[in-house]
Every structure is written in C-alpha cells, then in structure tokens.
C-alpha cells in the first residue's frame, strides 16, 4: 500500500465500516462491503436499488418487497374507464435479479435505527450501513367515519393499483345507465395531485360513451385543485352535463360514508351513489412510522440534497412518503428522486458532500381516449428546502389546438415506456 | 493497494438511464478491476432529470442518442428563449441557466451514444 492511495476517501470508508474494494492480498478484507437496504419496490424503490448497485458494484444491495407483481398506478386510470388492460401495469423484478439485486420476497416490519437493522416478517434481521425508504403512501382507515378496509370492498379507493383497479372497473360495468359515480377527493396532500380528476374525465368519457343518461359527481375536499383550468374547461367541452364538483367550500368534503347503502355523507346532505370511489385520506407508509422517519404531519421529513431523513441517521427516504412540496408525489418525482439519492448516498460514502441541484417533474393526465394535458416543475434543492424555480413551469397551454392535446398523450404513452423500463425493464 | 471502491466516470450511470449500449467514452475516465462506473459530477446529476423521459426508443418523445453537444445545447436554449412555446421542454428549460443547459448538453452528447 502507498501514501498516493490513501486518501481521505479511503479513510471515511474504512471508518464507516466500509472498506474499499481493492485487490489486497488478502481475499477476506474484500469481502467488506457496504450493506444497502432499499424497503418497497415501487417506482422510488426500484430504481434506488438499481441504481445503487450500479453506482456501487462491490457493495450488496437488497430490495425488501412483498409482493411478486407490482402494479403501476400511473394509467390505472385508463384501466379503470376500460380503455386498457390491467396486465399493461404490471411488473416484476427479475430484471433487478438479473443485476445482482437481493429481493426478500417479505414486508418489513420494524426498523432499529441504532442498531442499523431492519426485522421483516418472517423473523429476520437484516443489518444495513444505509438504508433507503420507498414504501409509498397507506391509507387513514376511519379518518372519513365508517370507511375502513372492509368499506373498501364496497367503495372502492383504487389508489393503489391491482384488485381494487378492477373492482371499480366492475362496478362501473355494471351500473345501469343513469346511475350516480361518485368520487371523494380527499385534502391535501396526498398520492398524485392531478389524478383524480384525470379519474372523472375518463370516467366521464365511459359514461357518455356507455351510459349516457349517468351523471358523475366529485365530492371534494380541496377548494382548488391540480391543473383546475384544463379540467373544468375539458368537462364543460367535452363532457358538459356528466361532471359535477363541489369543492370544500361548498360542503363537498365527505365526512362518513355507510358502504352497505352507499351512501356518502358531507356536513351538509346525505347522497346515495350507484357507484362510489372514495379516495381516502393519506399518510407515508407504516414502515416510515415505525422507523420513526415522519413526523407529527404523518409524512417524512427530508434533507433535499441527498433526501436523507432529517429525523435518523443513515436512512434516506423518498418517493410520495416524503415531505417534498413543491415537487408532487408521482411516479417521475419517485423515480427521480431514488436515482438522486442511489448517486449522493454514493458520494456520502466516498466521502465527498452532496452538492445542490436541480430537479424536474412532469405529471400528463388524460382529458379523454385519446388527448392529455401536462405540468411541469422546476426545482432547486439548494437552500435546505426544494423550491420551484421562479418563472419555470406550469401548465400545457388553455388555448390548445387539438392536436397539441393529442401529441402530450402520446408523450405520456413514451413517458410511461420510459419510466418503467428504468425501472423494472 | 487500496482503490476506493467507487470510480466515477461519465458514463455508466447514463448509460443505465437512457441507453442500452455499453460501450466506453473516450478516454475521460479510468475504470475499476470490475469495469463499473460512476459519475458523481454535478453535469451527471443534473441530467439525471432528462432520462425519466428520454429514453433510447424515442417515440413520441425524442431520443438523444448520437445527438452533438451543439445539437442538444441549440435546442435547449430554442426552448429557453422562445418566450411564446407552451410545451413541457418551453416549460422547464425556463428553469435553468445558461451554464446549466452547457453543462448538461456536453454531458448528454458524451454520455449517450450509440
Ligand atoms: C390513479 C393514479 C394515477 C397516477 N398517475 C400518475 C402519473 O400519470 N404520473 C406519475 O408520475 N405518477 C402518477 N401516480 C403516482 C404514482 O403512482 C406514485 O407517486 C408512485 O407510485 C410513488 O412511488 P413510491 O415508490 O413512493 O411508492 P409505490 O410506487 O407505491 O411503491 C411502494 C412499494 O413499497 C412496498 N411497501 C410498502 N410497505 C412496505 C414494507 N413495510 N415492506 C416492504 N415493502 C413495502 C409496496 O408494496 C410498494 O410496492 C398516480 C397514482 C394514482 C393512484
């Protein structure tokens, strides 16, 4: 060994207990390695792993997932209005495999900070140097009374995509014409700002194609919504007597729902739906809590530079459990995220320090079969927060030829190739 | 003798993001006994935006392989200027400088090639 190669790099390797790959003599030093743990395979979690193991090919990377199939909610809502099918959604993580990634087919179930160990469900103990959070979004059951998971069967939420997608399909199906949809939005934040009125538009687009005597109703906890001005003017030219919407200050929050009889109920009436997709209130995943990650908000506060956890040392989490606003929690942030995180956890362990940046997202919704609208967000992570960059962004022009409308859903079918080949492909 | 076990070039990680090929730039960097890469730099990190979109099949969406530094720089500053655009590339190049949009145009024509 000579003086030229140990650096300070070399030094906070071994000092964190990770030592460089070299080729010693010794065969058992080069068996240290960093130890990654990446909880959820999600769009976040997927592409952490991936692009951790590529970023650090000598250290050992293991994704924690329950579940063989993961179904993307991006285009779930196409699904949904039956303008797709549900296998177009799912993925697998052979290709993870193929790369070297460990999978534990397993949930995790306790996180030890101290320690640095995460328990998973069938008993064991896995030891981490980092570890990266993306267990998405779970569910407040109760928060609108009498909506737990049983009401789900009944009222479908279909937020997270698989079987809940198909019941609300099934249900849609076989509503007679003229029956009542209703969907219940509930208050910020929560998984995909723009999704559900993306939602009422395709519905909207079945029902006047299928039943056209159907009327669909938005119940909704937000005053003002994700790209408001496309939506309305898309449902007053497209879909002028199907849409309603009340907004929170006009009593369209739902505060209790009797699943049996289908009944929604805001503070001010009591309204029987033929169909009802109530889109509950939202909190990061359970795991987040237990690895005490979030805080009183329900969500994970974040260093933007490298989305560490601000609350524990050597756990980063990203993805729509994390407190990232401005930038929304969706599938491009999630993906872009992990790959930031997957390369600064890289510096940090080469012991250099994460340098700001800038971050993007772009979030199309579809109006209708065949056209889409988009928004888009610049962000900088240079002042401890993520702040859009003033000037930059916004939404597809109002004034829109149609064939404007129609090339940004062609981006989003190229998007949605894009994204999840980088991440499951 | 210790190497430290991360190398950085800029190469692999673009290489995973947007393209299938594997081939080597030119002469920037040296690569581990493993031949795996990674690239740190702050071009590399800020293009990491470009790549959930851009992917190597193009589509409706432009591919950037075999793009010059020159192409790629023309046109994103095309879409930074031109003030009436109202597609996502008008939307989000008014959010980078100058210096951002070099950057990550030398960066994208070396990273992605064929
Ligand atoms: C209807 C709808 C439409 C959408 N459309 C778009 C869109 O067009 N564009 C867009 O960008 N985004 C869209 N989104 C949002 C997008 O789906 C999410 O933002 C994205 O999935 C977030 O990724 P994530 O990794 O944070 O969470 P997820 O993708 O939900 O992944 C979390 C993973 O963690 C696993 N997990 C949870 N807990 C544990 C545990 N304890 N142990 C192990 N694993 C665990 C889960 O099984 C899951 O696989 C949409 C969402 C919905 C609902």
Redesign the interface.
Known sequence: ??DA???R??LL?SLSG???????PFPAAAQV??RLVVIGGGFGGATAA??LK??????SVTLIEPNADYYACPFSNLVIAGMRDLSKQRFGYDALKAEGIDIVPDAAVDVDPVARTVSVKSGDTLPYDKLVLSPGIDFRWGAIEGYDKAAADLMPHAWKAGPQTVLLRKQLEAMEDGGLVVISVPPAPFRCPPGPYERASLIAHYLKTHKPKSRLLILDAQDKFSKQPLFEQAWSDLYPDVIERYGANEFGRVVSVAPASGILSTEFEDIRADVANVIPPQQAGAIAHKAGVADMTGWCPIDPLSFSSTLQPDIHVIGDATIASPMPKSA?SA??QA??CA?QI??I??G?AP?P????N?CYSYLSDDTAV?I?G??TNADGTLQ??P????L??LM?EDI?RH??A??A???F???T??TFG | MLKPSVKLTAFALFTLLVSACESAPAGTQTEDASGEVADLSAPAILALSCSGCHGPQGGAIASLEGRTSDQIRLSLLHYKSDVDGGSVMHRMMRGYTEADIDAISTYLAESVTE
Do not use: C
């Open positions: 060994m000579t190669f140990l650096n790099r070399d390797l990770v030592t460089a790959f070299a080729a010693l390695r960093a991936r692009f590529r970023a650090m090919p000598s250290a491009f993906n872009l790959k930031l390369l890289t510096a362990l080469s250099q340098e940046t800038t971050l993007t772009t988009s888009t610049v962000y859009s960059v000037g930059s962004g916004g597809s022009p829109a404007i090339n940004e062609l981006q079918r190229t998007w190739h894009t994204i080949g980088q």
